[in-house]
């Protein structure tokens, strides 16, 4: 697992350049880092959904200047998980599918596997998570799975991360991490023991 820390100055690109420049990096050290270069994710939550919609959208260029050879290798991620993603609608009129995103906009066939997750009641929009599944479908990228579950902990306004603290544990969210685990199962990364 790699971590981005903030490379660029934050200016609607930023984050951009540095999940482009995590993935190539990454990419281009895996042999050294024991991975298979063809089995690289990238997962975010909130915010960070909202950037691994952005990076799953933005790989066929790269959003800053070449620096060194990693940048010469695919910033595609293989797959993507995506749990409660902001800002893949107008949060203003969540519901309305003529109110997507640039990101939304730019989903292709090219477009990563992905898992999406979110609550119906979330603070950010569960319309986020479904609208972007569509635009999945109806760009005919590759299968993917959509999690939309009735609620959260109430005492959150949004979020509930691994859903480790009680009493969020004993919510039906909180399957998100078995269910992203199968995924993975299916699509060959994780052992049938990660799922159980």
């Known amino acids: 697992m790699a971590d981005a820390t903030w490379l660029w100055p934050y200016n609607g690109a930023g ?3 540095d999940a482009q420049r995590a993935m190539g990096l990454v990419r281009s050290q895996a042999n050294y880092l024991g991975l298979n270069a063809t089995r690289i994710g990238f997962m975010g939550f909130s915010a960070g959904g909202h950037l691994t919609a952005h990076i799953s959208t ?3 260029k790269r959003a800053y200047a070449r620096i060194d050879a990693a940048d010469n290798v695919p910033c595609r991620p293989d797959f993507v998980l995506m749990v409660y993603p902001a800002y893949l609608v107008n949060e203003t009129v969540a519901g309305d599918s003529s109110q997507l995103s640039h990101i939304m906009l730019n989903v ?3 477009h990563p596997t992905a898992f999406l ?6 603070g950010v929009h569960c319309e986020n998570s479904i609208n972007y599944y569509l635009a999945l479908k109806a760009a005919n990228a590759p299968p993917s799975e959509l999690h939309v579950y009735p609620d959260r902990n109430h005492q959150a306004q949004h979020g509930y991360g691994r859903c480790l603290r009680p009493p969020i544990h004993d919510n039906e969210v909180c399957t998100w991490p078995q269910n992203a685990a199968a995924f993975l199962h299916r699509l060959g990364l994780v052992s049938q023991k990660a799922v159980t």
Request: hydrophobic fraction near 45%; proline fraction near 7%.
């Open 117 to 122: 997750a979110q609550t119906e009641d979330d």
């Open 58 to 60: 933005s790989f066929a």
């Open 15 to 17: 984050p951009l350049m």
């Open 108 to 110: 292709t066939a090219a």
